[in-house]
């Protein structure tokens, strides 16, 4: 790693500890982050990061925050090119098991993580919030004749059918020898499509 050069701070010190971060956790995932070695990562004093994040604690959700933040920005512009609730459930569902595939363990920060348990966030909680009022929007939308319990259930178990099957790809859980002959972005819209078929039928 390369030695703290500088006393104090760089410009932009925030942005750049962000930036390693998000490196970090690509390789290492979250459990070993500190915020001392980045600190050695970015080339400052050990102190200097504390100006901008005053634990790990704060660091952690910083990048947790913007995890959230670039997921529900490329479900924006992924249901942006859907027409109709099915192509509009099925584009968010694709999209969560893709970026989960891609960003491993920045999702384990988002949704398993200190930041999660024992207690949720309160920050991350709004977008979890958030999320649910998107996808039960949805489906209310499509069934207007349903209870607003009716609702919720629908859009949890579309939830549980998405982050269930990301989190077991994620783990390695989904292809035991011999069972499956689906290639993985086969499998990802099978799966979303008979989650949406259950959320609005």
Known sequence: MTQAKNPYHKENLRRDLLDAGRDYLVT????????RSLAQIVGVSPGA??????????????????????????VGKAVG??????????????????????????????????????TLDRQLLDYQIRAHKALRGLIAEH????TED???VRTIA?????YGFANMLRKGLIYPDGVMDFKERQLSLAIVHQAVLMAIT
């Open 28 to 35: 290492h995932g979250h459990t070993s982050l500190s915020i």
């Open 49 to 74: 990061p504390y100006h901008h994040f005053p634990d790990r604690r704060s660091l952690l959700l910083a990048l947790a925050i913007e995890g959230y933040e670039e997921m529900m920005a490329g």
């Open 81 to 118: 090119g859907a027409s109709g609730t099915a192509d509009q459930l099925e584009a968010m569902g694709v999209h969560f098991i893709a970026f989960s595939k891609k960003n491993p363990h920045l999702v384990e920060l988002m949704y398993e993580s200190e930041l999660t348990t024992p």
């Open 143 to 146: 069934l207007p004749d349903i």
């Open 150 to 152: 009716e609702a919720d």
């Open 158 to 162: 579309f939830w549980s059918a998405v």
